[in-house]
């Protein structure tokens, strides 16, 4: 059974940095995929950032592309979501998801899901 927590939300003042933890059970990161979403009150999913397995190739959402990044610690088979610069906009619950076979991402079906953490972006 494939399971993904994330941990590492909370409350940050806005320009603050966070980083969000997958950490991903029952599949390997190097066969998986991993992706990134976020929902706000009152609005639709949107997938802000994803990685392929292989070369590793990353896609982001064009409001958080200068500001997120994702990586891997294959030791620890946890993905990561790092957020700079935040704004009250980025106030949201955040999933990770898998996808697998992994060399593709973006805009695709993800399988697993995450339960989702809270981010919130406020002073």
């Known amino acids: 059974q494939v399971q993904l927590v994330e941990s590492g939300g909370g409350l940050v003042q806005p320009g603050g940095s966070l980083r969000l933890s997958c950490e991903v059970s029952g599949r390997t990161l190097d066969y998986t995929g991993i992706g990134w979403f976020r929902q706000a009150p009152g609005k639709e999913r949107e997938e802000v950032g994803c990685i392929t397995t292989g070369d590793g190739s990353a896609y982001y959402a064009t409001a958080v592309e200068d500001r997120f990044s994702i990586s891997r610690d294959f030791s620890k088979n946890t993905a990561f979501l790092h957020m700079t610069n935040l704004n009250p906009e980025d106030t949201a619950v955040y999933y990770c998801?898998?996808?697998?076979?992994?060399?593709?991402?973006?805009?695709?079906?993800?399988?697993?899901w995450g339960q989702g953490i809270q981010v919130t972006v406020s002073s």
């Open positions: 998801a898998g996808i697998t076979p992994g060399y593709v991402c973006w805009g695709y079906e993800y399988q697993y």
